[in-house]
């Protein structure tokens, strides 16, 4: 069952989104469940997200094999166990995110805790845990190649929507794909926010009940207005989906 | 009474700019006081500020209501209850941002001393309370959504141009719309310089008389010379309108 | 006597450098002493670099008085004494920059010594002194409104290349406009790398000896390859005009 | 013999790459041996490497000696000795970086631990020495001009892939053009993360068996994807040249 037209380009539009904002450079990848077919995923042949256009989309089993062999001159992600493994544990996940974002990695490699100091960035919730391919894996290049790493990779993620990879990056799961976007985008700024208030003294993070609160009142409309604002940024045309949750406006 | 339409030009110009200079992203925003009724002010739909254009602007009363009802399609910022009350306690005040520019964060949830350090960043004061949403509201999801929540922070500004909020961000208002855009740029350098410095050793802040000299003798020209620049940056019209202070060259 | 056209246009392409480089924003100044009357300078009127054209500049004589009356719209820089001073003080001195970039400014108000960390940025010497408005002049807008303000910077100057302004900014005299505007750039580069660096461990800076074999061998090939690159980002054409000294490939 | 014209043009692109991505200003440059006569090798005249047009490229002995000599307007690079001596005593290098990037200049004059921490830069390798001109030559301007100091360069790098040079830079060689490209770039990142890391705590590097994984399963597909992305910043046509590596999908 083929994925509509407008699906596809909504994945490109996500591609690219990550890219000018400096989420992903050439590497990191972006995919979303089958909206038919919960067994099967879609996402880019190997290539850089910037670049992307519907022709390199590809569908995928969760075992990581492609529905349709492809060609010797597209290769799928070495890396697409990540996204198979999540929707297989998580059949409330519809889109991941994998990404090296700058400001993210020195939170993986410290074990700083890392935790919401802003509203905006709630989403990444007060317990972030971090995956090191060396606890089970040994010395590795650190690449998550297969599906033993990616379920243990999985397993760390739990039933969160953010996990770290220790010298690597991070795995981000929601529910939609403009949510993975947003969280994605949003841990990326309390990232660079929690450093710099590092440096000038003793922080005051968001509380339990705060970021509970958030989570509890966010609404897809507020997805919708960063989409609409990055989707001009990035020179794509914004497409105005029938939204998966109640309207309110915010913040 | 219809807002002239130079009015709401400068308006989208001022969401622009702000947008623009990375004082905004998708999220914040900024209002004018109706020129005419001082009652009621005039503000976007929920919209990021790089989007907006003069029809998506609406004008409200101080309680937040839409002077005209707004179709479906059309949502207020759930926020612009900070706008409102901030006119209700301040009939100097003609403008107001509210926005979340990323070196303030910080210094809102550390609790650091933040002060002018440069002659361009005095218009901030030497006394910038943080407004804690906690201390009267308990856990929320920190947003300003109706007129009690904003009286109080309005009260936290008090007669100040400038109140941050914890883990959210700030709100500055002032006497025209030029002065808030450039007090907003400019409070985001003083955070920067501000973090800067620390990082370098003792840093010798402005004086009171300092700041002093420095608001009583900053005239409109400043904040046009800085407006001509910012259009040119947003790829907008400069509209020389008249000024409201006496002219002189500045800095 | 007329300034030659080239001559003015080399001025306008310095102010969009310095804003395209991001040394100065609508704020900041920069000068040249009149090729053929060393009691003139022509500058901007007062107007943020970036907007710059021909017909902004205007020649002023060394206490500040411009040599044709300006019209009303037509303000000077308040600051232009800066200019006048350092020329009066320092016949070696044919072009003056004034500006406020963003790394030297913490350096000016916490005292941390300032000095060489790269041989790039050699030039601003070992010995970079920081002017303090409120020495002799107590509590006042930071602003150097008049000559004798001036004259007391100017002999904080000496006969260096560049002086901090402590809350305020930095002034960098040279030989050249090619030369104060490479000085300029590059001034910043090493406030950017030293503050890095102090975030790592103990700097070692260069020795006088290394400072005095840069500057001794510096040849005004190094800022031709600088302008034509500065040109080419900020979309000005590049005038290959005869240079000062002797020409020798560099770095 | 000549070198073919798509190499050349690769060439071309490599120079506007690391200028694009802010790895070399006006300053720096790339080189590559040539590809039918190991004791010649191929780079720029004197010009900023976003200026860099095909008809720039000059031959060059290993000595530093011009093939055919240059017209008095073109004028060779005082530090192409730097390359020379590189491809003189590493016969696996064909192609070599020297550059300035901003965030690797603080650990060559701090003496910093700088090894890699995410798998991305793991070509760098966990043995990066400093080369210091003043060990050997005393007070100098720090440049390497002649060919002694440019074999002491070399030596201080022996079979790596990196050295920095204190107060100046870094040298980066490779096994082919994409590949330099790519480590230098990552070099830069590489200190980006660490710096920020160092803010935070104490830092996980990636292990010597890490690092060797990854070298060791690095192909070329990797510098590709990389090459496509940057080609298309920097505005370049992409050319899908034959690739030396085994193809392999990658992260």
């Known amino acids: 069952m083929p994925v509509p037209a407008d699906v596809l380009e909504e994945l490109v539009t996500a591609n690219r989104i990550l890219a000018n904002e400096g989420i992903v450079d050439a ?3 972006v995919s979303i469940r089958h909206p038919e077919r919960s067994d099967h995923y879609v996402m880019s042949r190997a290539r850089a ?3 992307i256009e519907a022709e390199d ?3 995928f089993r969760l075992d990581g094999a492609p529905v349709t062999p492809l060609t010797p001159d597209r290769k799928p992600y070495a890396e697409r166990f990540i996204h198979g493994a999540v929707y297989e544990a998580r059949p409330d996940v519809r889109a991941v995110v994998h990404h090296h974002s700058p400001s993210v990695i020195p939170f993986g ?3 700083t805790k890392f935790s ?3 509203h905006m960035c709630a989403s990444m919730g007060t317990d972030v845990p971090t995956w090191d391919s060396r ?3 040994g010395d590795t290049n650190l690449l998550v190649t297969d599906l033993a790493m990616a379920r243990d990779l999985a397993r760390t993620l739990g039933d ?3 996990a770290l990879m220790r010298g690597h990056g991070a795995v981000v799961a929601g529910g939609s794909l403009r949510e993975v976007v947003f969280n994605s985008v949003y841990l990326e ?3 660079e926010l929690q450093m710099k208030a590092t440096s000038l003294g003793e922080i005051t993070f968001l509380s339990d009940g705060e970021v509970a609160a958030v989570l509890k009142t966010r609404s897809s409309f507020t997805f919708e207005r960063a989409w609409e604002y990055w989707c001009r940024r990035a020179g794509r045309p914004y497409d105005t989906r029938p939204m998966e949750g109640p309207l309110a406006g915010a913040s």
Chains 1, 2, 3, 4 share one sequence.
Request: aromatic residues 8%; proline residues 8%.
């Open 27 to 29: 590497f990191g990848h």
């Open 49 to 51: 997200p910037e670049c």
């Open 57 to 59: 989309l590809v569908e």
């Open 109 to 111: 490699i410290t074990g």
């Open 116 to 118: 919401p100091v802003m």
């Open 135 to 137: 606890t089970h894996f």
């Open 160 to 162: 969160r929507r953010v």
């Open 189 to 191: 700024l309390n990232a």
